[in-house]
């Protein structure tokens, strides 16, 4: 059972949190929240937060920069 501590706890904070608020700052703000009221879990799961989206950000950027470049739609700028 100790093995999947996170992993249930994962599919709780999906279920009851994700599916109500739609976001991942709001996830991860109530489970810093649920640890108790230290500045370290704010920082450290709202700056998760923040790392999260962006990461999501540039690979979906990354993504259409790949296709665009794979049908010829977007040339890179030439460096002189």
């Known amino acids: 059972m100790l093995d999947h501590w996170n992993m249930s706890t994962m599919v709780w904070l999906r ?3 994700y599916e109500r608020w739609r976001t991942v700052a709001g996830v991860f703000f109530f489970s810093a929240f649920w640890h ?5 879990y ?3 799961f709202l700056g998760a937060a923040l790392f999260l989206e962006t990461s999501r950000l540039v ?3 990354l993504i ?3 296709f665009l470049a794979f049908f010829n739609m977007w040339q890179p700028p030439v460096l002189q």
Not at 36 to 40: D, E, M, P, S, V
């Open 64 to 66: 259409l920069w790949h």
């Open 36 to 40: 108790g009221f230290y500045a370290g």
């Open 15 to 17: 279920y009851v949190v």
């Open 59 to 61: 690979s979906s950027l």
């Open 42 to 44: 704010y920082l450290t």
